[in-house]
């Protein structure tokens, strides 16, 4: 399948130690290859540590990738982004407090933003601000406050808004809800999800909150150790998951009618470190369902559609109430 966001091969090394000639790397992501359609939520899961931002950032053109690529609409996306390409990905971030400059006002904030980028006159600086206020759900009164003066989920919807002002035919969204209250978790979500939408954007979501993934998300990759191991439509995914680290996150999630004799998927030993080199799959010293090929051979990632790699995956028959058995 060819998307139209392509990430192709793509790994990241990070020196964190050793000598210039003989360094020790921390391998972030290790030939990572996704297809985003457009117009689509495309979600990435996983445990901290797994590569989900880096991923992002790769992607947002924040950091370099080590090898392999990104391209949109065919074009290859280098590191040096100017202008327009810069423009055309755009992120929002855990914490808005540290992504706001606390020194500015909402309104000097995005009108430095739309003259250095020459996105509208000035003589319609204030319409187009208005409208960004708009289409956030913020009132106007709100460009005359600082960050500091807002709370935190208004402060992320000033930071959606400022990444809407350059006009982003992709959003990505890095944990964008879980430094906020609960209260208005779900009201942040409507918000994002309405805005793909209204404006045809497309979003990839990150998230370790497989709830909200669920309610947000059209696709969902999940990865472990940098390497993407389960990728599928959300229903496909929540219902049937396949790789046994997608069960085991599945069966960790509290589910309200469960059976009581639901089956969970326990996590033994210790997560690999992301700084040694690992044979086969990185996943068989926890997994339950581990045989001798999986130390020993590392399972590509297969199929069109729901794909898993995985030499002894999970049966797909779902639980009596619709759940997947785990």
Not at 174 to 203: I, K, Y
Not at 263 to 268: A, K
Request: charged share 20%; hydrophobic share 40%.
């Amino acid at each position: 399948m060819t998307g139209w966001l392509e990430i192709r091969d793509l790994s990241v090394d990070f020196p964190v130690g050793g000598t210039r000639r003989n360094p020790v790397l921390l391998h972030a992501l290790r030939s990572v290859d996704i297809s985003v359609p457009r117009g689509s939520v495309f979600g990435i899961v996983g445990e901290s540590g797994c590569g989900k931002s880096t991923l992002a950032r790769v992607v947002g053109g924040l950091t370099d990738p080590t090898s392999g690529e990104v391209s949109l609409e065919g074009q290859t996306l280098g590191a040096e982004r100017h202008g327009a390409d810069r423009r055309r990905i755009q992120m929002v971030f855990q914490d808005p407090g540290a992504s706001l400059n606390p020194a500015m006002s909402v309104r000097r904030m995005l009108t430095q933003l739309l003259r250095h980028h020459r996105l509208v006159p000035d003589d319609q600086i204030d319409a187009r601000l208005a409208e960004l206020m708009a289409m956030v759900n913020m009132p106007r009164p709100t460009l005359d406050r600082h960050p500091r003066a807002l709370s935190g989920g208004q402060r992320q919807r000033i930071a959606i808004a400022r990444a809407l002002a350059l006009e982003p035919e992709i959003l990505i969204a890095d944990e964008p809800t879980s430094a906020l209250d609960v209260s208005v978790q779900a009201s942040v979500l409507n918000l994002l999800r309405g805005l793909v939408r209204d404006l045809g954007m497309t979003m990839i979501f990150i998230s370790h909150d497989l709830a909200t993934v669920r309610h947000i998300c059209d696709e969902v990759a999940v990865m472990y150790l940098g390497r993407i191991v389960e990728r599928a439509p959300t229903g496909d995914l929540f219902t049937a998951p396949r790789h046994p680290y997608t069960g085991a996150l599945m069966s960790a999630v509290p589910r309200i009618g469960a059976p009581a004799r639901r089956r969970i998927v326990p996590l033994d030993a210790e997560q690999p470190s992301p700084m040694a080199p690992i044979e086969g799959c990185a996943f068989h010293n926890r997994c339950p369902l581990a045989v001798a090929e999986c130390a020993a051979h590392r399972p590509p990632l297969n199929g069109t559609g729901h794909a898993w790699a995985c030499h002894n995956p999970l049966d797909p028959e779902p639980e009596e109430d619709g759940n997947a058995a785990r």
